[in-house]
């Protein structure tokens, strides 16, 4: 679907009829006028054929007779006739300049879709210089640019050879809003289904899943049962890269209606399920702050299992205005923080949708009519800046963007490839899902694929638990998953050539911790693996603290540390009669003086951090052990650094 309007005809009519009624028609031959105002009624009620016929024999009447020629343009372009429509246009502009100003525009929009760039522009400038409305202004403007834009790009095709999904997903059903797993096995995503017992629309929208084969196609799709329900719709679902959370659409109303039992806060809002083995949890709504009157739709969850993409419009009569794209972050208790509006070059006054942000973190794919383009909606990159603003939206170009409207993009974890949804010839029906090869400059940053599993050190059983990597060159959280309760496994994707600090808790055992330095791209085949041991929470037991440092030769703590001396403050928060001793460890460079006093002012600087959080002074003991007990050789660099230590140990 292209620029043309929706509204033409109401707005075509109600010109004209005031333009009719202020001054005579541009014919005295009555009969003329007769069958034109024939043609209206004829257009009010939508009887097409009724309306060509006698606009047709009211213009041929008189060869200056401008009312049934504007009228037969608007209706051509009504019915999608683009050529008579601008040869309609185009004579009663040439009878009339200014009769109509609108007709310029509504002439540029179809030159464009027809890549008649240089008329469409003339016409675009040409309206500008006649118009007094703000908005229709912006449009002519966008337009203007989207000429040259177009008439650039479409002289410069990227790579794009996309193949189709195949039977296993597609069905003469449409099917859209793909989502997938960070280790492309999983596939969910959105089908319309026909449902003559659902009302009044005798069909509604669900998620189905489907699973790639070892010889990579995609097997048969089943429904995704417990989301899925008989009277709402649901679809356009975001993945955890685990697969282990869903957060989708759900358009359940305030009251309902229609025998539902999940209630909504407006006409669509965002809800969370969970899988537990192959079964997913009864959906929750995500409730204010993110969900409100208005309509929220198409999320996207960042890769830090944290940060919430989605697209809020406005409640209009006349449909959803307004489209754009926020994002919200759930806090430490739970809670998401109120959205707000992406800073940058992202959102315009016009419409964004079809949000996807990267597992990189720092690459997002939306769709939007308000960038320069091809007329319709194009999908666009951009990439955040160091402020945390987003930068200029980058056009992906033709053919993947064409005159149609073009969304539900999604780029795989590696980078690669890219599923989207076209009702292109050859497929299986109405819209069906294909990927291809993204070209390299539209690539989001190289990540890394790292699979782990938690379990208890003493008995192998696997745990359920909350683990967080973080950068280590800025302290920010990187990703954060929580492991399968039955085989305590959790997948996580993250950016490479960078050292991330691990931390890992679970209720009953002390938090572990690690920190890896990841170089070169491990891929869903063969992923980086880490294994968690985790010690329960009793006397005696110990943990060192792999992610506080110190300046080099002193015992003043690192801002890098706080994140898991944070950690600790929580796990003695949670465990009110815990008590512990932090001890300093050193390895042998330097005097053993020099090296037990170190050790006892880092120990000593550790617990002054958990005093200053409010833990109770007398639930901590500091004491430093200098380098008089090495949990390795003191021969390498690699032995030094695991001596070089804090640990805690439980009392």
Not at 9 to 33: E, F, H, M, N, W
């Amino acid at each position: 679907m292209s620029l043309r309007s929706l509204f033409l005809l109401p707005v075509l009519l109600l010109t004209l009829g005031v333009q009719a009624q202020l001054r005579d028609y541009s014919t005295k031959d009555k009969k003329a006028i007769k069958l034109y105002e024939e043609g209206l009624d004829c257009m009010h009620q939508r009887d097409w054929n009724c309306a060509e016929a006698r606009l047709s024999k009211a213009a041929g009447f008189d060869d200056h007779f401008v009312e049934p020629r504007f009228a037969l343009a608007e209706l051509y372009d009504l019915r999608g006739n683009d050529t008579e429509a601008m040869r309609w246009y185009r004579e009663a502009l040439q009878l009339a300049p200014r009769y109509f100003p609108n007709a310029y525009l509504h002439l540029a929009d179809i030159e464009f879709r027809n890549q008649e760039y240089t008329a469409a522009e003339g016409h675009y400038k040409t309206f500008l210089d006649l118009n007094q409305d703000p908005v229709r202004a912006d449009r002519a403007r966008l337009g203007i640019d989207n000429c040259t834009f177009a008439a650039r790009a479409i002289k410069q095709p990227v790579p794009f050879e996309p193949v189709n999904l195949g039977p296993g997903v597609n069905s003469a059903e449409p099917e859209y809003y793909p989502c997938v797993t960070a280790d492309d096995r999983t596939l969910i995503y959105t089908r319309r289904v026909t449902a003559p017992e659902v009302r009044p629309y005798g069909m509604q929208e669900d998620f189905f899943v489907s699973h790639r084969g070892e010889d990579g196609s995609w097997g048969r799709s089943d429904p995704v049962p417990t989301v899925n329900t008989l009277h709402h719709n649901e679809g356009a679902g975001t993945l955890t890269p685990d697969g282990r959370f869903i957060i989708f659409t759900k358009c359940a109303l305030a009251d309902g209606s229609y025998g539902g039992e999940l209630k909504g806060l407006g006409s669509c809002d965002l809800f969370i399920s969970r899988r537990i083995g192959d079964r997913w949890t009864k959906p929750e709504n995500l409730g204010p702050p993110v969900n409100s009157r208005n309509w929220e739709s198409q999320p996207s969850m960042a890769s830090d299992g944290r940060t919430l993409y989605f697209v809020r419009g406005q409640m209009a009569r006349d449909g959803i205005r307004d489209m754009d794209i926020w994002s919200s972050t759930l806090q430490d208790d739970g809670s998401f923080s109120t959205p707000e509006k992406l800073p940058g070059a992202v959102n315009t006054p016009f419409q964004e949708e079809s949000v996807q942000i990267h597992p990189d973190g720092r690459t997002l794919y939306f769709s939007s009519n308000g960038h320069p383009g091809f007329g319709g909606l194009d999908i666009f990159m951009s990439r955040k800046e160091a402020d945390g603003s987003w930068g200029q939206a980058l056009n992906l170009g033709w053919p993947i963007n064409t005159g149609d409207d073009e969304n539900s993009l999604l780029v795989s974890a590696d980078g690669r490839v890219a599923y989207f949804a076209s009702d292109r010839e050859g497929g299986q029906g109405d819209l069906d899902l294909y990927s291809f090869e993204l070209y390299p400059e539209a690539r989001p940053e190289p990540v890394t694929y790292i699979r782990g599993r938690v379990y208890d050190e003493a008995t192998g059983e696997p745990l359920e638990a909350d683990v967080m990597l973080l950068d280590l060159t800025d302290g920010r959280l990187a990703t954060a998953a929580y492991s399968d309760p039955g085989t305590g496994e959790f997948l996580v994707v993250l950016p490479t050539e960078r050292t991330y600090a691990l931390n890992a808790s679970a209720e009953g055992y002390l938090f572990f911790s690690a920190n890896y330095d990841v170089q070169g791209t491990g891929d869903n085949a063969d992923p980086f693996t880490l294994e968690v041991p985790m010690r329960p929470l009793k006397t005696g037991e110990t943990i060192a603290l792999r992610n506080v440092f110190f300046e080099t030769a002193s015992h003043e703590l690192l801002p890098a540390s706080h994140v898991e001396l944070d950690r600790l403050v929580q796990l003695l928060e949670r465990n009110a009669s815990l008590r512990i001793e932090v001890g300093g460890h050193t390895d042998n460079v330097g005097g053993e003086a020099e090296n037990q006093q170190l050790s006892e002012r880092r120990a000593q600087a550790v617990r002054g951090y958990l005093v200053s959080k409010g833990i109770a002074a007398d639930r901590i003991e500091a004491k430093g052990y200098g380098e008089g007990r090495p949990a390795a050789t003191n021969d390498t660099e690699e032995g030094r650094a695991l001596n070089r230590r804090t640990e805690v140990r439980v009392l």
